[in-house]
């Protein structure tokens, strides 16, 4: 078998972990870099989830590196693609002038921007990348990780080690192989005392998972799909989660604290992209669905660039809640359902849907291949909003940051603070184990070493969705930007621990340690601290 060795190894090439390998790249570290699909950036690419970001985001409550990260996207769009004068002027172009995110765009652009990134390292020959490989096994001695086996889509294996090593994987795939601690879905109120948290909990209870596709529209056109063999199954599907409501339909009532609403859909809407809002506060009470994840909106391009507008499928028709997708001895037959959900809401979207004008369906929808980097327009890899979530040091709760549990005086304020985030919603989706969702209004928050730092294992760092959450504050920690924070936080620690021979937990209990690692995220541009006048 073959073995290789750096100062840093990272499973999982996702947002956290693109990040953390930048880090330790810039700090003069060795990386090894693995990546079970196709493409690296995760949430933004393989999973075709446009960047949930908040509303100051142009501004503030991001690290230098994600702002030099979205000018980097935008440029790429002002170099190759055919702006309008309009759009290539505008300082905060939205190419797909979507109202989910203030950048919106093809993931191609993503994963392009991000091999520019990382290729001066790998021409260097200190960034090893693997795509298309899985880990297998991990080996440890004790509490440390000594070793990763991972396999190739040729179905060769290779050992991986180094003196630290991150699970930037998407649902936590090391702390399952490797034994580490670790919890799923949803906390008892008695665990964590949480106000939000049930009485009781669930460790298979976790948030739907989507899977998204691309789709665009040609008028006069027939690009109906097949029916599948399973549409009569989710066209009649009414989860309890919905309190009556059909899976695939626009009405979605209000419940368990959730907030009514009509969704709308004008298909190829002749809207003005600068018109749009990206405020989720003002979405009202009927969001309107194809420029709510809009990639390509073709009126930021010149006559004839684009025939329809490029529209990512990731709504409330298609989050599934049949049962978790890991945890389970049926996680494969999750996996394959949550796909054939979406699967049968294009076809009903092409024959069934309700349309304002009184008709049903737009049988000229089509699925958009050409930016999914997949045959069939779907994405790579299913949307995960729950991962496996580490037994840290410190747990985020609910608590910390809700606003209505502050009474004014802000998120709670980590003398450990390793970053920053925000987001409109402590954002939980409907769940596996019969919640509709629903959350508090969060304030924006800090980032704590603890939440980075397992109980136990001294040389595994979590550099995705699986750190020291709650099922409840995953909601707000999950996102992108946060992401990208958590990333570039646990890979400037490694490198800052390689530096000094000390080990993680040191850092955070020793005043000067963290104190000096502190000053080292400043310098790398890493915001530690809101305006402590800012609020939701």
Known sequence: MTRQQADLLIIGGGVGGVSAALAALRRGRSVIMTEQTAWLGGQLTSQLVPSDEHRRIEATGRNRSYAHFRDLVREHYRTYYPLTPAARADRHLNPGAAWVSPLSVEPKVIVAVIHDMLRPYEASGRLTLMLETTPVAVHADGDRITAVTVRDREGDSRELSAPFVLDATELGDLLDLGGVEYVTGRESQSETGEPGAPESGDPLDMQSVTWCFAVEHLAGQDHTIDRPDDYDEFREWRPPQLDGEKMLGFRRAAHDGSIARDYTLRVNDDDDPFAIDVDHRNMGEAPELWNYRRIAARRQFEDGAYDSDIVIVNWP???YVGGPLFGVDDADVHWGRSKALSRALLYWLQTEAPRSDGGTGWPGLRVAPQVTGTADGFAMMPYFRESRRIRAERTILEQDFDRDLRDGRGAERYPDTVGVGHYYWIDRHATTGGSSGGGGLPEPFEIPLGALLPQRVRNLLPAAKN??????????????????????????????????????????????????????????????????ALRW
């Open 317 to 319: 028709m298609n989050d």
């Open 467 to 532: 750190i020291g959450t709650t099922h409840i504050s995953n909601g707000s920690y999950r996102l992108q930007p946060v992401e990208w924070s958590i990333g570039e936080a646990v890979g400037a620690l490694a490198s800052y621990c390689l530096d000094h021979d000390i080990e993680p937990s040191t850092v955070r209990a020793n005043a000067r340690h963290l104190d000096d690692f502190q000053r080292d995220l400043e310098r790398g541009g890493v915001q530690l601290r809101w305006d402590p």
